[in-house]
């Protein structure tokens, strides 16, 4: 048996992926669609504070139909450790808040661990992620608090594809198209028709001014479960992303 090279298998995985999503999305598209589209703004932040140990910080704002109509905002912090150069486990919790007009009508509560393994396929930067969240709600919609709780998988595959480099002096500036997908799965006692959450579809240009900084402008094609059987939501998002890095130990380690 000829082996087979560690490059090829996540090749053959990633593809496998991306088909197993597409059948999935045409399946979905073929069930009653409700249309919607937002616009989401998010800002990412990660601090290194020594070799392996890294502080994650985010935080966004969600609008539907245009930015008139708010929908929701999102907190998240957590820690990560590096396992590997290529390999990091991370742990944190994040605090989201959904509106109906400008009352904040559902709060979430969401601790999470994750996965998250980079890989250099030629060119092509390779990123795949696996998230675990323990979603706590407090519903508040009918004047009463309801509490509820399920557990939900999040698997990400994502694809950096470098198009053109912008400065001969500074190599890291450049611009790279993302291409990815990412699924989510419900599970719990109180999940019943909903146990496929939502897939999102990522079409995401991002300009990188260096390897601290970098900005996207980012097109999420979005399908969602909704709490009637059989209705799904598709919600075309736009989507502005700024990361930026710091590293807080980088003096004390030269």
């Not at 905002?73 to 486990?89: F, K, N």
């Not at 992620?129 to 979603?135: P, S, T």
């Not at 094609?221 to 909704?226: E, G, K, L, M, V």
Request: glycine share 6%; net charge positive.
């Amino acid at each position: 048996m000829l082996p087979i090279s560690r490059s090829s298998q996540v090749s053959f995985s990633l593809l496998s992926t991306l088909f197993f999503l597409l059948c999935q999305n045409k399946a979905i598209a073929q069930k009653e669609v409700v249309r919607s589209e937002q616009v989401w703004l998010q800002s990412y932040h990660e601090a290194k504070v020594s070799e392996k140990w890294m502080l994650l910080l985010d935080g966004g704002f969600r609008w539907r139909d245009g930015v008139d109509d708010k929908l929701a905002y999102i907190v998240r912090a957590g820690a990560g450790y590096a396992l590997t150069p290529r390999l990091r486990a991370s742990a944190g919790f994040a605090h989201l808040g959904g509106y109906a007009g400008e009352k904040v009508i559902r709060r979430e509560y969401r601790p999470y661990q994750e996965l998250q393994l980079k890989d250099q396929l030629g060119r092509l930067n390779l990123s795949q992620r696996l998230r675990i969240e323990e979603r706590f709600f407090d519903d508040l919609a009918v004047g009463v608090s309801t509490a509820d709780f399920n557990f939900r998988f999040r698997y990400s595959v994502m694809v950096g594809i470098p198009l053109l480099r912008l400065s001969a002096k500074n190599p890291d500036r450049r611009l790279v198209l993302n291409v990815g997908d990412e699924v989510f799965i419900n599970a719990g006692q109180q999940i019943t028709h909903n146990v496929f959450d939502q897939n999102r579809l990522i079409l995401s240009p991002s300009l990188q001014w260096n390897k601290d900084l970098s900005i996207a402008l980012t097109y999420n094609s979005q399908f969602a479960s909704t709490p009637a059987p059989e209705v799904f939501l598709h919600s075309r998002i736009y989507w502005l992303q700024l990361r930026y890095n710091v590293d807080l130990g980088k003096k004390d380690r030269q």
